[in-house]
Each structure stands twice: as C-alpha cells, then as structure tokens.
C-alpha cells in the first residue's frame, strides 16, 4: 500500500506565500514523475507543476514565475513553494506520484486527498 499526504494549504491574502508538502509513505521501491495538481468544483483537474526522478520540472503557464516544485528523494516527499499567490489560485491541491512498490508490477499512479488553498482579502 502506498498513502500520499499533503499539508501546508490554508488560507492567505492575495500576494503572499504558501508551502505545500505531499509526503509519500508505504511500500516504495521507487517514485517516478510527481506532481502537484488542482481543481475547482465542477472543473476539470488541472496540472500546475510536476517533477521527474530526475528533477526536471514542467510548470502550467498561470503559475510559471510565481511556484516552485521540489522533490527530496531521501524523504520522498514533495513541495510547492507558491508565492504571489492571486485569487484564481484558490482552488483543492492534490499531489500526484508514480509509484513502484516493492515486488509490484511496475509504476502505478497514486493521489493524496487533496488540501484546501483560498487566496482572498
């Protein structure tokens, strides 16, 4: 069994910062791509950034300048660094990880159970 668990989300004015964690616990062997994903009530869920195993990084155009994604591979867990944060990011964040377990049958994709960010004066 593989759990992802995200902290960090809450509430903050426009214009300030966030850090969003995602920490992956259970059987590993090894984690593939992550990344940090969001969706809106009746929206589609949308990628904001993700993370190769080799620290590659891919960042949706809305948050390009503004969020950083981060990896530590020893603790296999994930960031998001999220600076001036706007009102359109209020959104529920899920952090998403390709997951290879120990005497699985290849990489598999997991989701945390998403984490609150609203972004409002």
């Known amino acids: 069994q593989v759990q992802l668990v995200e902290s960090g989300g809450g509430f903050v004015q426009p214009g300030g910062s966030l850090r969003l964690s995602c920490a992956v616990s259970?059987?590993?062997?090894?984690?593939?791509?992550m990344g940090w994903y969001r969706q809106a009530p009746g929206k589609q869920r949308e990628l904001v950034a993700d993370?190769?195993?080799?620290?590659?990084?891919r960042y949706a155009d809305s948050v390009k300048a503004r969020f950083t994604i981060a990896r530590d591979n020893v603790k296999n867990t994930m960031y998001l660094q999220m600076d001036s944060l706007r009102p359109e990011d209020t959104d529920v964040y899920f952090c998403?990880?390709?997951?290879?377990?120990?005497?699985?049958?290849?990489?598999?994709?997991?989701w945390g159970q998403g984490i609150q960010v609203t972004v409002s004066s």
């Open positions: 259970g059987s590993i062997f090894s984690i593939n791509t």
């Open positions: 998403n990880a390709q997951v290879s377990s120990w005497g699985g049958d290849g990489y598999h994709n997991y």
């Open positions: 993370v190769t195993s080799g620290s590659r990084t």
